[in-house]
């Protein structure tokens, strides 16, 4: 068990410094968003179902695309590529899936979610929980986070701004595998796309 806890440990740490990469590449990498319902009115934001790795089948924007390889490989870079990546027109907000490997079972997710939180903690320099639960999605019991977050330039002479990101992230074991589902968008958008964000999380499905 012990082995198994530094295994999920060092999974989790990867798992954040993807995240924050992600944050740090977005920060770099500002574009305008356009004038269009999805960020600058009260409209609804329309769903379109999707399918990922055959496996997965999600309700995504109907504007979002999947991001290309060579994109994937700049915003989250990994060892282990994600199953798929899909992005705003304007490339600020993305949904990501991503399977890993672990020795953890179902019945450990408690004990999981308390490791995946710290790490979350250590990752950034400031983070507002907004949910942290075990809930249950199409009959599965998955990790769920959703919080707000900031992440500084530590440098004393830097004089970036800090990132900040609103960000849903679920977690579900099954079979040996840890699969990784995240939600982002800058957290000046929180408002515009909190409820969408929680329609596509709450849409997912695992085959």
């Given amino acids: 068990m012990k082995n198994a806890f530094f295994v999920l440990l060092s999974f989790c740490l990867f798992t954040s410094t993807s995240f924050a990469q992600s944050s740090s590449y977005g920060s770099k990498n500002k574009v305008t968003a356009p004038a269009n319902r999805n960020y600058n009115s009260d409209a609804p934001i329309k769903l379109k179902k999707v399918t990922i790795a055959k496996r997965v089948t999600v309700a995504l924007p109907e504007d979002f695309t999947a991001m290309p390889d060579e994109g994937i490989a700049v915003k989250y870079p990994a060892a282990r590529k994600p ?35 710290a790490s979350i903690m250590r990752t950034f320099s400031e983070v507002q929980f907004i949910r942290d639960e075990v809930k249950t999605i199409d009959k599965k019991q998955m990790i769920v986070f959703e919080f707000v977050s900031t992440l500084k330039d530590e440098n004393p002479n830097s004089n970036k701004a800090p990132v900040k990101k609103y960000t849903i992230i679920q977690y579900y074991i099954k079979a040996g595998k840890v699969m990784v589902f995240s939600f982002n968008a800058p957290a000046i958008w929180k408002d515009k796309w909190q409820k969408a964000a929680n329609e596509v999380m709450n849409s997912i499905k695992v085959s």
Avoid: W
């Fill in 83 to 117: 199953l798929g990546v899909y992005s705003s027109p304007n490339g600020q907000v993305d949904f990501s899936v991503s399977e890993k490997p672990t020795t953890f079972i179902a019945r450990d997710l408690p004990l999981v979610k308390d490791i995946y939180k």
